[in-house]
């Protein structure tokens, strides 16, 4: 029977692990650049750990594990019976597979508190698990890349993570407009129109401004409950136009009234002018109020990334969450973090043909193997240029020179050795340049020098 993989779920050869890891190289080289540690999970959670944390759509799509044994020991025809797979279920699996990063971060923090210094600034590049239906651009399996920083109410914090943002997509080479709001600013919103209880839908419609026109919008606003008095006092914001400064200005005066709204306000000013003022930003930033980020989950600044140059939806995005510890029974632990989509970047870094060359060689040089004689001469400088830090290869077969250069040539190999008599008398190699064909005699140091 041919073999397959599971639906949902990839492999990755050579050439995309090297552009995979030149994704997550970058991130964590700034990351480690803002002081950030590395820390990983168990794949495996107790569904007590993840059960209820989602939602209950999140409950449907955890991937749960049989326990070990006999599973069904415990469970009584009657509930066989019954085929309530749910409460089966709960009696034949203690175990999952993590559905996110965020969870099983708030899980360690709570049993490693008194270890943790705070504030706790940690990222983790792990793979998760959902049983989602799989599509274009959707896996059952696939790469979260977070960081977050716990045990601190200062927007300094945001500040940084909008520096790590911008210096990660900086050094890709991805142009990106990074869009700011906060969760106070909507919930004042809400507040001043008389609609508190529509929050989510006022932002769902806005969110189709650009798509189906500001008509249109007001129309679903109605349909939605929303009366002609609330959705007059929404247009000054939904048409907000100008600077972020402007626009931090216009509707500071349209929450006059909400306490929690200008609290927003002054969170986002700070951010954006600390930003503007002290930081040497490349990317723009945007204030968006029709940005939400799962409403129900943050509590303050929320931010996205969306790239310039190619269509291509959120890249990065987070936010800051009051009480992410609260569910384990430790509350008041508040924390902002970021998370980076690696499978969407890898396909914008593809569209866009960003991928730097050397990023995707592996082997620098191969040795072309004539023989056990010229074997001899040659693994000691095999050994040298490997010390040196360049990656070699000494084919292991005398196989003809046709075939060891046409592995060269499969692999983009850029440079070959070769060793015969000639070059043996007079203690020398001859290095060829595969894409140009230019060959040189050298001696080892030469080679380094010329590699390096």
Request: aromatic content about 8%.
């Amino acid at each position: 029977m041919k073999p397959s993989i599971v639906k949902g779920t990839r492999d990755f050869g050579p050439v995309e692990m090297a552009k995979r890891n030149y994704i997550f190289n970058t991130i964590r080289q700034v990351y480690e650049l803002y002081g950030f540690q590395q820390i990983e999970t168990p794949a495996q959670e107790t569904l007590q750990t993840l059960m209820g944390k989602y939602g209950e759509e999140g409950d449907k799509l955890l991937f749960k594990i049989l326990n070990s044994g006999d599973y069904l020991s415990k469970v009584t025809d009657e509930q066989l019976a019954c085929r309530n797979t749910l409460r089966l279920a709960s009696c034949i699996c203690e175990k999952g597979l993590r559905y996110d990063l965020t969870v099983p971060f708030a899980r360690y923090v709570v049993m490693h508190r008194e270890e943790l210094q705070l504030p706790f600034k940690r990222y983790q590049v792990q793979p998760v698990w959902r049983a989602d239906r799989p599509q274009k651009g959707r896996y059952r399996e696939f790469y979260q890349f977070d960081g977050d920083v716990v045990g601190s109410d200062s927007l300094l914090n945001e500040v940084e993570l909008m520096q790590i943002v911008d210096t990660v997509f900086t050094r890709l080479g991805i142009r990106v407009q990074i869009k700011i709001n906060n969760r106070k600013i909507l919930t004042g919103i809400a507040e001043v129109i008389g609609a508190a209880d529509k929050i989510v839908d006022i932002t769902v419609a806005i969110d189709k401004l650009d798509k189906i026109g500001i008509d249109a919008v007001n129309d679903e606003l109605r349909s939605d409950g929303l009366t002609d008095e609330q959705i007059a006092k929404l247009q000054p914001i939904i048409l907000l136009e100008g600077t972020n400064e402007q626009k931090l200005d216009t509707i500071a005066e349209v929450l006059a009234s909400s306490e929690i709204g200008l609290k927003g306000v002054e969170e986002t000013r700070f951010i954006l002018s600390t930003l503007n003022g002290q930081c040497s930003m490349v990317n723009e930033f945007q204030l968006d109020l029709t940005l939400a980020r799962g409403l129900s989950y943050y509590t303050g600044s929320i931010f996205e990334v969306k790239a310039l140059d190619t269509p291509m939806g959120s890249i990065s995005g987070g936010g800051r969450y009051d009480n992410l510890t609260g569910i384990f029974g430790m509350p008041g632990l508040s924390g902002v973090g970021i998370s980076f989509g690696v499978d969407r970047i890898y396909d914008v870094l593809d569209a866009l043909d960003l991928y730097p060359k050397d990023s995707l060689q592996t082997t620098q040089v191969l040795f072309i193997n004539f023989g056990e004689k010229e074997t001899a001469y040659c693994l000691p400088a095999v050994a040298r240029l490997r010390q040196a830090g360049i990656r070699t290869e000494y084919y292991p077969d005398a196989a003809k020179m046709k075939k060891q250069m046409s592995y060269a040539n499969a692999k983009q190999i850029p440079f070959v050795v070769l060793a015969g008599e000639t070059e043996m008398a007079e203690g020398k190699f001859t290095l060829k340049d595969m894409n140009t064909g230019e060959q040189q005699m050298l001696t080892v140091e030469e080679i380094i020098n010329r590699l390096q």
